[in-house]
């Protein structure tokens, strides 16, 4: 997965945009971009949408973001979009491994009640929008088979914080949300979750999202949520391994294959030793996964 594109789940008319959009997974959205009112009919339009666009064989991943565990709304979400199998569910304000185990338990009782394989949910969770969140990050290691992935978001950590902005007059995030930032990606790596970076809300920016996207995938991120159309094509590009990135991946493994008792060789005057055979390793396992290699 590279790209992740939210679209508010009580606009079927997006809905239906979204699934020629390119993008590699859906997130069906009930939470904030869904007015309170909204809510009830976010969830039947969710279900609708599941089971229509689970019936295609080449369909992008289905997650649904529900609301966070405080707000009372969690249960009526699950109930309402389980029924329609999504691969995942993203957790917002989660705060570290005891509301993914929380989710877990939750997601195992629906799944009985519909009928779907134990364990087929998978969970997302986003790990940073709470002061709280970020000293529990470290406890996501463990908490459930289904995490699979990890993200972030400045946007309510800023208002948790009560800060006046989150990025400076570069447009880009200002201490205190790089170190989210690098948090997120410290526990998904821990925890054995994909690193996703969070969203850039300044859509008419191509340029600013590409540098992004590139900062995110230099440091491990291996994709990135988008809140428009138009950002999916430049996320997907920048997160699919180039085929210089694939060669020299290739270079890397065949040296160390040709002598398996080195630890260490030089390529191009450049030093590499097993660290850069599991970071190849890595690159070509995404390369494979977008069709490449
Ligand atoms: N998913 C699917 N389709 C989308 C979309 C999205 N996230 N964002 C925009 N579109 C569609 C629009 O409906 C429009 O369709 P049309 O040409 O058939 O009318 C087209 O793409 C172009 O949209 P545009 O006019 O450029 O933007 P907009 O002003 O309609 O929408 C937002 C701007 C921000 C409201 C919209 O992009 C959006 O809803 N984004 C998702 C917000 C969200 O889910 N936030 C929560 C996570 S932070
Ligand atoms: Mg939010």
Known sequence: ????????????????????????ALILDLEDSVAT????????????????????????RLIVRVNSLDTGLTDDD???????????????????????????????AREAVH?????????IALATETAASLFAAGSYRGASARLT????????LSADLGAEANRDQDGRFTSPYVMARNLC?????SAGAQAIDTVHIDFRNEAGL?????????????????????????????????????ARAKTIIAAFAADRDTGVV????????????????????????????
């Open 185 to 189: 990606l410290f526990a998904a790596a």
């Open 1 to 24: 997965m590279r790209s992740l594109l939210f679209i508010p789940a009580d606009s079927p008319k997006k809905l239906q945009k979204g699934l020629s959009s390119a993008a590699d």
């Open 37 to 60: 009112d909204r809510k009830a009919d976010a969830r039947a339009i969710a279900l609708a949408f599941l089971k229509e666009a689970s019936a295609s064989s080449l369909r992008p």
């Open 210 to 246: 590409r540098e992004e996207a590139e900062a995110a995938r230099r440091d491990g991120f291996t994709a990135k949520m988008a809140i428009h159309p138009a950002q999916v094509p430049i996320i997907n590009e920048v997160f699919t391994p180039t085929a210089d990135a694939i």
């Open 149 to 156: 992935g990890l993200t972030w978001g400045a946007e309510d």
């Open 266 to 293: 030089g390529i191009g005057g450049v030093m590499y030793d097993r660290a850069h055979v599991a970071r190849a390793e890595r690159l070509l396992a995404r390369a494979k996964a977008a069709g490449l290699g």
């Open 78 to 108: 699950l109930d309402g979009v389980v029924a329609g199998a999504p691969d995942a569910i993203m957790l917002p304000k989660a705060e570290g491994g005891p509301a993914v185990i929380h989710l877990d338990a939750k997601l195992t």
């Open 115 to 123: 009928g779907i394989a134990h364990g087929h949910t998978e969970i």
